[in-house]
């Protein structure tokens, strides 16, 4: 299976969700975090990191519960630039 390049803006929604994770996250360890989320250390350092820009709903919703965020707060802060700025 040959997958469609990213697109620039899909690369930087990857990176901007990475962001708020790493944040949210705070001083807990990655693998604690990921221990309560029932996803790999490694899922979550690449999702961190934007190697991994598009994560499964499901893997972000386990983060999400893990990291006391909502969904519409993960959304809104991934949203593209100009759906923001409306």
């Known amino acids: ?4 390049p ?5 690369r930087e929604r990857g990176e901007r969700l990475g962001r708020l994770l790493r944040e949210a ?5 990655m693998t604690d975090v990921a ?3 029932g996803i790999s250390a490694e899922t979550l350092r690449k ?3 934007g190697r991994a820009p598009t994560p499964a709903f499901f893997t972000v919703a386990a983060l999400a519960r893990a990291l006391g ?3 519409d707060e993960l959304a809104g802060a991934c949203a593209p ?3 923001r700025a409306a």
Do not use: K, N, Q, Y
């Open 25 to 29: 996250r705070g001083g807990r360890s």
């Open 47 to 49: 999702i961190e990191t």
């Open 1 to 4: 299976m040959v997958r469609t």
């Open 35 to 37: 221990a309560d989320a």
């Open 81 to 83: 630039v100009a759906a």
């Open 69 to 71: 965020l909502s969904m």
């Open 6 to 10: 990213l697109t620039p803006e899909e």
